[in-house]
């Protein structure tokens, strides 16, 4: 069954530091993979998206990802992290189809702080 | 550009009294239409999804009914709220099937927290 996990419920870095949340997944074949970031209260917004090509992707607010293969990983990375960057962060993989259409699963997400 | 609009914004309604939130979507035509809950810190539970007018598809049994009675509005509803309907109502979109940018990519409005008291 396809499915996302993300290992790590809570994270904590200090401003300035690197940030690494991780993704692994299960699926049957090359999968689309998506980061989304939600603020507390807020609706979740697209961060990044892999679909083929360049295994290493580019998104917004500096954040990247890459799509490893072998390792079902498909991890977010940011250099240097902001105190705007606290958030939750989620993984998700499609297309998982059904009924006509294609769905994501979604992982349990990431809380992400961070301390001044 | 595509944007998404969820009405309302916060929602505080008693026990057994009916529901009724709203999904606008602008910029686009037959789009893939979805409703997700989010309970307290959990994840995202996808509860309806549609491909067109007047077809809906639920991920799971529950209280919640949903509607789509145009191309670009989302309708959830309910006839007697419960307590564990309480949480953050997320309405989504993607490309529908013919547009050339493919189905797959979801796009979030802002959300309804509902609180049953």
């Known amino acids: 069954a396809q499915s996302v996990t993300q290992p790590d419920i809570h994270i904590t870095v200090s401003e300035g530091a690197s940030l690494e949340l991780r993704c692994n997944y299960s699926?049957?074949?090359?999968?689309?993979l998506f980061w989304y970031v939600q603020s507390p209260g807020q609706g979740l917004q697209l961060l990044l998206k892999?679909?083929?090509?360049?295994?290493l992707v580019q998104g917004i607010k500096g954040f990247e990802a890459e799509f490893k293969r072998s390792q079902s990983s498909f991890n977010l990375r940011k250099p240097s992290v902001h105190w705007s960057d606290a958030a939750e962060y989620f993984c998700a993989v499609g297309p998982s189809f059904s009924g006509g259409y294609n769905k994501l699963i979604f992982g349990a997400g990431t809380r992400l702080a961070v301390h001044p | 550009s595509q944007t998404i609009h969820q009405w309302p914004a916060t929602l505080v309604q008693p026990v057994g009294s009916p529901l009724s939130l709203e999904c606008t979507v602008e910029?686009?035509?037959?789009?893939?239409l979805y409703w997700y809950r989010q309970a307290a810190g959990r994840g995202l539970q996808l509860l309806f999804y549609s491909v067109g007018i007047g077809q809906i598809s639920s991920e799971v049994p529950q209280n919640l009914s949903a509607s789509r009675p145009q191309d670009r509005q989302f309708i959830l509803s309910s006839k007697k709220l419960l307590l564990s309907d309480s949480g953050f109502y997320l309405c989504a979109w993607s490309p529908g099937t013919s547009s050339p940018w493919g189905t797959d990519t979801q796009y979030f409005g802002p959300g309804t927290r509902l609180t049953v008291l």
């Open positions: 892999y679909f083929s090509g360049d295994t």
């Open positions: 910029g686009t035509s037959n789009p893939n």
């Open positions: 699926y049957g074949a090359t999968p689309y």
